[in-house]
């Protein structure tokens, strides 16, 4: 399920990847079906850490994601960011492609008290190989 900032209020409209809006459109979000199945199962315990989340992405010559997590104490958070860096190092050393180096090395993980944050910036074909 996507929706984009502009849609009708209330719960996000259920659109296929072809009814996106044109590129230059502002705003968006991704519902996911939870628990998560497959190889993302793993990712469940995370989940459960979190109360809520923000991702935003800016998409120009490089890709810069933020993310900015809600957990419900701070004990949680710093589960949380010890997790994320323990996953971003093991990518970092699990890949020998330069491109994926450079994103995971690019990842700055911080967290205050409940709230966590993670950026990172990848270029375009780093991006496309780690969505592969």
């Given at each position: 399920?996507?929706?984009?900032?502009?849609?009708?209020?209330?719960?996000?409209?259920?659109?296929?990847?072809?009814?996106?809006?044109?590129?230059?459109?502002?705003?968006?979000?991704?519902?996911?079906l939870l628990p998560l199945t497959g190889n993302l199962a793993n990712l469940n315990r995370l989940l459960r850490l979190v109360d809520y989340?923000?991702?935003?992405?800016?998409?120009?010559?490089?890709?810069?994601?933020?993310v900015k997590a809600s957990c419900p104490t701070p004990e949680d958070g710093r589960q949380?960011?010890?997790?994320?860096?323990?996953?971003?190092?093991?990518?970092?050393?699990?890949?020998?492609?330069?491109d994926l180096v450079a994103a995971f090395q690019s990842a700055q993980v911080t967290r205050e008290g409940s709230t966590?944050?993670?950026a990172i910036s990848a270029s375009l074909p780093a991006l496309e190989k780690f969505l592969r």
């Open positions: 399920m996507l929706s984009w900032a502009g849609a009708p209020s209330g719960a996000p409209a259920q659109v296929s990847p072809e009814e996106l809006p044109p590129s230059g459109k502002q705003g968006g979000s991704v519902a996911l989340a923000t991702l935003t992405a800016d998409f120009n010559s490089r890709v810069d994601i933020r949380l960011e010890e997790a994320l860096r323990a996953l971003i190092t093991l990518a970092a050393v699990g890949t020998r492609d330069p966590v944050q993670l």
